[in-house]
C-alpha cells in the first residue's frame, strides 16, 4: 500500500564512479520514520568510528520525509553527515525544491559515499545517474555553479546543491547552497561535498508520491493550513520573516551585541523589519508547498550596496553579522551575507569568527595586516576577513577557517575565553545569559550550540507557559524537564521533515493525522515525542562513539564567568554550579548515566540494541557518463 516513501535510496560510489539503489527496509520506516530518523542511524551504521569526516570514508546523505514532496505543508529536507567542525554528529535542514525533487526522482534519500578523483557533478534523471565532469566550473561560486551546472546540462527545471570556493577549500563551517537563498548551512556539510571532490548534485524527477488514504490526507492537510492561518507567528512571518524578531530580541536582552561581549544594542532596530522594508525589500516567495512565505525577495536600492539581489537578512545574520560585529547598515549587513552565500559560508559561523578575530586584534592576539582594518563596526575589516576565509589564501584566512575553537586553541593566551562555541559549533544569535534553559539546550544539543533543538528563550522571557504556569526566567526547576520534551518532540517532527516555521502554527493533531492519513499507521499525539527520544539517543550514541565525552556539555567560558554588564539580565551569567545543577537533573529526565551515556535499560526501552543495519551492498548501475 502506498504510505508517502519511495521505497528506496540511492547509493553513489563517488570513488568507483558507480550507483545503485537499495530498498527502504520497513523496519526503518517504523522505528525512524524519514529524515532525521534515517540520517541518524545510518550514520551510525555506514561511517565507521573514528573516521575522518573530511576523508572518503564519510558519507553524506540528503534525506526527505514521508510528507516531503506532498500537499503538507511547510515540509523540508536535510543533508546529515559527520561534521568537521565538531568531530560530531550533523544535520542541517534545508527548503526550496531540492528535496521534493528527490522523491520525484524516485527516492527516499541520496547516500554519497567515497571520493571522486577529479571535481564532479551527479546529474539524476529518474533512473538514470552519471557522474559528469566539474573540472570547468570548479573554482566558481555556489549561485554561478548553479546557473553552470543547468547551462551544461540544458535542463533548467533541474533542481541542484551546490558548494562554493569555501567548500572546495574545505573551510569547516562550509555550506551547501540548496537552490538560490536555501542554504544547509550549519557544520561544515559544504567542506565534506569538497573533500569528496563533489561540486554539485543536479535532479528531476518524474514520480508521483503516493498516499495512503487521499481523502483523509486532503482533510488532514487543510486543517494544518488552517492551523497555519490562524497563528499570529506564522502571519508575522509572512510579513517580514524572522527580521521582525531582532527588535524583540533585543528588548528581551538576548541579541548578541560585541562578540556576546553585551546582549543588548541601541541601533538594533536598524537591522529589523523597519530598516529591512526601508532598504530591501520588494516581494515574496515560498519553499515548496508552503502557506507561509517567508521570504523577503528584494533589492537593496540605495548607497554603497546598491543594486545588490538579495533575500531577507534573517534574524541569525542580522544579528551575528550585524549587532555581533557592532555593523547597523542593514544595507551592508545583506552585501556580507551574499557574499557569504556565494562563496559557501555558514554566515551564523562566520559572524562568530569575525567577531572573535576582531577582539583577538583588540587583545593583541592577532595583527592585522598591513592596511586594513579589523576592528568591530568595519564592513571592509569583515568583508576582508570573508574573502580570506573562503579563499584560504592567507595565514588569518586559514587560520580562522578552523572555526573559533581550533583557532583559539591555536592562538594560546586566553583566547578560549572569548571563543564563543559548543562542542566547537559557534553559538546562535540567542544570547543565553539571563535564560538558562537556552544556555541547557546549547549545551545537550546533538550538533553543538543550536537554538532549533529547543527554544527555551520562548519559555524563559517569551510568555510560554509550562503545565499552565509561568516559566521562571531565571530558575533552574524544571528547566531539563521542559527541554527534553522539546529536543524529543522537534526531533519527531524532524522525521517528517517538518520547517521549524510550519510547527509554530501546525499543532500535534494535526501532524498526527496527516502522518496517518499518508503512511496508513494509526498513531496519537504522543507519538513524535518517542520516535524522536529514539532518534535523539541514536545521536547521543554516535556522538560517544567518536570520542564524546560530558565536559564537553557545557557553554562558553564568557557565558559561565563574565556577568552581563548591561540590559534586562545585567549581572546575570551561567555558572559553573548552575551548569552542573541542570545537567544532572537532564542526564536524569533522559534516563542517561552521570557520564551522559544511555543506561542499558533506556537502550533497551527505545529498540537500540538491536543489530539490524541498511544493507548498502555493491549493486551498481552501468555508468552513463
Not at 91 to 112: H, T
Not at 310 to 323: F, K, P, W
Not at 449 to 477: I, N, S, W
Not at 569 to 593: C, F, N, P, Q, T
Request: charged share 25%.
Amino acid at each position: 500500500m502506498p504510505d508517502g516513501s519511495m521505497g528506496q535510496f540511492l547509493v553513489a560510489d563517488l570513488t568507483a564512479r558507480q550507483s545503485w539503489t537499495v530498498p527502504l527496509p520497513q523496519w526503518l520506516k517504523d522505528d525512524f520514520v524519514g529524515g532525521k530518523g534515517f540520517g541518524a542511524k545510518l550514520l551510525y551504521d555506514l561511517t565507521p568510528a573514528g573516521a575522518d569526516p573530511l576523508g572518503p570514508e564519510n558519507v553524506i546523505m540528503f534525506m526527505a520525509g514521508p510528507l516531503t514532496a506532498t500537499a503538507a505543508p511547510a515540509m523540508r529536507a536535510c543533508v546529515v553527515t559527520k561534521s568537521p567542525l565538531t568531530g560530531i554528529y550533523l544535520d542541517s535542514f534545508f527548503g526550496g525544491r531540492f528535496g521534493p525533487e528527490i522523491k520525484f526522482a524516485g527516492y527516499d534519500g541520496l547516500i554519497i559515499l567515497g571520493r571522486a578523483a577529479r571535481p564532479t557533478y551527479l546529474w539524476i534523471r529518474d533512473d538514470q545517474v552519471q557522474f559528469r565532469s566539474a573540472e570547468g566550473m570548479w573554482g566558481t561560486d555556489a549561485l554561478a555553479a548553479n546557473d553552470r551546472v543547468k547551462k551544461d546540462l540544458d535542463a533548467p527545471e533541474a533542481r541542484v546543491v551546490t558548494i562554493g570556493q569555501a567548500g572546495e577549500n574545505r573551510v569547516k563551517f562550509a555550506l551547501i547552497s540548496c537552490e538560490f537563498n536555501r542554504q544547509a548551512g550549519r557544520g561544515g556539510a559544504g567542506a565534506v561535498m569538497g573533500s569528496k571532490n563533489l561540486k554539485a548534485i543536479a535532479i528531476s524527477g518524474s514520480r508521483l508520491v503516493k498516499v495512503n488514504d487521499p481523502v483523509a490526507f486532503h482533510e488532514a492537510c487543510d486543517a494544518a493550513g488552517a492551523d497555519i492561518r490562524a497563528s499570529e507567528t506564522c502571519a508575522a512571518l509572512t510579513d517580514s520573516g524572522t527580521s521582525n524578531a531582532v527588535p524583540w530580541s533585543n528588548s528581551v536582552g538576548t541579541l548578541p551585541f560585541r562578540n556576546y561581549f553585551d546582549q543588548v544594542d541601541d541601533q538594533a532596530d536598524r537591522l529589523g523589519d523597519d530598516g529591512q522594508k526601508k532598504h530591501i525589500f520588494l516581494g515574496k516567495a515560498a519553499c515548496f508547498g508552503c502557506p507561509i512565505r517567508c521570504s523577503q525577495m528584494g533589492a537593496v536600492r540605495t548607497g554603497r550596496y546598491a543594486h545588490t539581489i538579495t533575500d531577507i537578512v534573517e534574524y541569525e545574520s542580522a544579528a551575528l553579522m550585524g549587532s555581533n560585529l557592532d555593523i547597523h547598515d542593514v544595507r551592508a549587513v545583506a552585501h556580507l551575507v551574499k557574499r557569504c552565500d556565494a562563496y559557501g559560508l555558514d554566515s551564523m559561523s562566520t559572524g562568530g569568527v569575525i567577531g572573535f578575530a576582531f577582539e583577538a586584534v583588540e587583545k593583541g592576539l592577532i595583527d592585522p595586516p598591513i592596511g586594513v582594518k579589523l576592528a568591530f563596526g568595519s564592513v571592509a575589516g569583515a568583508e576582508y576577513l570573508i574573502d580570506a576565509i573562503a579563499l584560504q589564501n592567507n595565514d588569518l584566512g586559514r587560520l580562522l577557517g578552523l572555526g573559533v575553537r581550533q583557532a583559539a586553541a591555536r592562538l594560546g593566551g586566553d583566547a578560549g575565553d572569548f571563543a564563543l562555541h559548543v562542542k566547537g559549533l559557534e553559538v546562535p544569535g540567542w544570547a543565553p545569559r539571563g535564560t538558562p534553559g537556552m544556555g541547557l539546550a546549547y549545551m545537550t544539543a546533538d550538533r553543538g550550540a543550536c537554538h532549533q533543538r529547543g527554544f527555551m528563550v520562548a519559555y524563559e522571557v517569551g510568555g510560554r507557559e509550562y503545565r499552565g504556569k509561568p516559566v521562571d526566567t531565571y530558575g533552574l526547576a524544571h528547566k531539563a524537564e521542559i527541554l527534553k520534551g522539546e529536543q524529543d518532540y522537534l526531533a519527531g517532527l524532524d522525521a517528517l521533515v517538518k520547517c521549524d516555521f510550519g510547527a509554530f502554527g501546525v499543532n500535534r493533531q494535526s501532524y498526527a493525522r496527516m502522518f496517518e492519513a499518508a503512511t496508513g499507521r494509526s498513531v496519537d499525539a504522543r507519538f513524535f515525542d518517542t520516535l524522536g527520544e529514539r532518534i535523539w539517543n541514536q545521536t547521543r550514541l554516535f556522538n560517544l562513539r567518536e570520542g564524546l565525552t560530558s565536559d564537553q556539555d557545557r557553554l562558553p567560558t564568557r557565558i559561565v564567568a563574565e556577568p552581563l554588564p548591561s540590559g534586562p539580565h545585567k549581572g546575570r551569567r551561567i555558572s559553573e554550579a548552575d551548569m552542573a545543577v541542570m545537567l544532572k537533573a537532564y542526564y536524569r529526565e533522559r534516563g542517561w548515566d552521570a557520564d551522559g551515556r544511555p543506561t542499558e535499560s533506556k537502550r533497551q526501552s527505545l529498540g537500540l540494541n538491536n543489530k539490524r543495519q541498511v544493507d548498502c551492498g555493491h549493486r551498481p548501475f552501468p555508468e552513463n557518463d
